[in-house]
């Protein structure tokens, strides 16, 4: 069965102390992983498309990469503003357009 | 300019009522979703439409009825409302373009009540 999971839950850090966020994912075969930010209140922004194994993107302070089991996002030197709960999910071969969610982990960074 | 947009952002209403929530997108996408988010903050995809064809339609309650007037326009129409429906509803669209998946642009969500 196709499973997106995500790790931690939550995930506290200090201003500056970079960190990185895990998405597992198990699917017959992957068309695209996505990460996206969503803040209290308001419907999920997307940040990343990664299509293969290898693959990295970056935008500020955020830096996706891909593997074929999982996917990290990593933070460096994050600021308060990049508190949010990050979202990632995949879409595999045949889905009809359909994504997997994973449950998403809460970060939040203290000044 | 807003890409997604869905009314009403606030919906609390009694048991047993019937509401609507409507969803509008001009970012020119041929598909549509609309999604439910529980307290827990698990995005649990609903319907799909893709060229005002229904593509995806998971399991959920057949008091849930979405409808496709065209392509801009997804609404959904929720009959008996029960407390479990209370939850925040998301509309989202995408282009798929190329056969490559494409990512989801989603609107500020309806947080419905149901007292």
């Known amino acids: 069965e196709d499973q997106v999971t995500q790790s931690p839950e939550a995930l506290r850090l200090q201003e500056g102390e970079s960190s990185s966020l895990n998405c597992s994912y198990t699917?017959?075969?992957?068309?695209?992983l996505f990460w996206y930010r969503q803040d209290p209140g308001k419907g999920p922004e997307f940040l990343f498309t990664l299509y293969s194994a290898g693959e990295e993107k970056e935008k500020e302070r955020l830096k996706a990469t891909l593997t074929k089991k999982e996917s990290f996002l990593h933070i460096t030197a994050p600021k308060p503003e990049d508190s949010a709960t990050y979202l990632c999910?995949?879409?595999?071969?045949?889905?009809?357009?359909?994504?997997?969610w994973g449950a998403g982990t809460k970060l939040i960074i203290k000044p | 300019d807003t890409a997604v947009s869905q009314t009403p952002k606030y919906l609390v209403t009694q048991m047993g009522n019937d509401k609507s929530i409507k969803c509008e997108q001009n970012l020119g996408h041929d598909t549509m979703y609309w999604y439910k988010q529980d307290s827990k903050k698990f995005l649990k995809i609903m319907f799909s439409?893709?060229?005002?064809?229904?593509?995806i339609n998971e399991t959920v309650p057949n008091r849930f009825s979405p409808k496709s007037p065209d392509k801009a326009h997804l609404n959904l129409h929720i009959n008996s409302l029960e407390l479990g429906d209370s939850a925040v509803y998301f509309c989202?669209?995408?282009?798929?373009?190329?056969?490559?998946?494409?990512?989801?642009?989603f609107g500020p969500g309806t947080r419905l009540t149901v007292l």
């Open positions: 439409y893709n060229n005002k064809e229904l593509i």
């Open positions: 999910a995949v879409q595999a071969d045949g889905s009809n357009y359909q994504l997997i």
């Open positions: 989202a669209s995408s282009q798929e373009v190329g056969g490559l998946a494409h990512e989801q642009f």
């Open positions: 699917v017959s075969g992957l068309r695209g």
